[in-house]
């Protein structure tokens, strides 16, 4: 059974930090590209950070670059968003992702409140 169980999220004050985490469960998560997506009430979903297979190539988004990383452990089958600097327009669902395009597989986790409020 495919899992992907997200952690981390939580109320913090602006500038603040959080650490969100996804285990994986259920599929041979090294030959998947992890992804980590937000979404803010009345918006639609957004990329924020990918970590690739073969774990040489990153990206995250412009908006939270030098701010978020995104990182992963394959022998935890885990993957990590680090975010400091909060913002409260930082405020929204996150959600990890887990995709195998040449398998066609696409997983999604449940997602993660993170609200940046004073």
């Known amino acids: 059974q495919v899992q992907l169980v997200e952690s981390g999220g939580g109320l913090v004050q602006p500038g603040g930090s959080l650490r969100l985490s996804c285990e994986a469960s259920g599929f041979m998560f090294s030959l998947y590209v992890m992804s980590w997506y937000r979404q803010a009430p009345g918006e639609e979903r957004e990329l924020v950070a990918i970590?690739?297979?073969?774990?040489?190539?990153?990206y995250v988004k412009d908006s939270v670059k030098g701010r978020f990383a995104i990182s992963r452990d394959n022998h935890k089958s885990t993957v990590y968003l680090q975010m400091n600097s909060l913002k409260p327009e930082d405020t929204a669902v996150y959600y990890c992702?887990?995709?195998?395009?040449?398998?066609?597989?696409?997983?999604w986790g449940q997602g993660t409140q993170v609200t940046v409020s004073s």
């Open positions: 970590f690739d297979s073969n774990s040489t190539y990153t």
């Open positions: 992702n887990a995709r195998n395009d040449p398998l066609r597989r696409n997983f």
